[in-house]
């Protein structure tokens, strides 16, 4: 067996249960990284939706930066497969291509 030396764990606070929101469930952090990778030039983030009611459970949506305004939902099941629907929209490509445009031109370090 190879000696793989396994990062500790950056977990900050335990305590924080209670009173501090939690974060976006593991797997919509996994799968909005992997979108992000996928989709390098696109801008999105992930946002709380607030609860309607304090027995609700918490809601996520994505947030596309180019187009302010509108939400989405993630699904189905533990997927962005909605999500990414709205990355292939011919109106969704044509606003990012337009600001990458605009963007400078980043240098390498
Ligand atoms: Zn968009």
């Not at 501090?20 to 797997?27: D, I, N, S, V």
């Not at 992000?36 to 309607?52: C, G, M, N, S």
């Not at 929209?89 to 605009?102: G, I």
Request: glycine residues 4%; charged residues 30%; proline residues 11%.
């Amino acid at each position: 067996m190879p000696k793989a030396t396994a990062p500790p764990p950056t977990r900050t606070s335990v305590s924080a249960f209670e009173s501090q929101p939690a974060g976006p469930p593991q797997w919509l952090r996994n799968a909005t990284k992997a979108m992000q990778e996928k989709w390098r030039h696109d801008k999105f983030t992930v946002i709380q939706r607030r609860k309607v009611s304090p027995a609700s459970t918490q809601e996520w949506r994505l947030k596309c930066l180019d187009c302010p305004g509108k939400l989405y939902t993630p699904g189905p099941g533990e997927t962005l497969a909605n999500y990414e629907i709205h990355l292939r929209n011919r109106l969704h490509r044509r606003r990012v291509n337009e600001r990458v445009r605009r963007e400078p031109v980043r240098s390498k370090l």
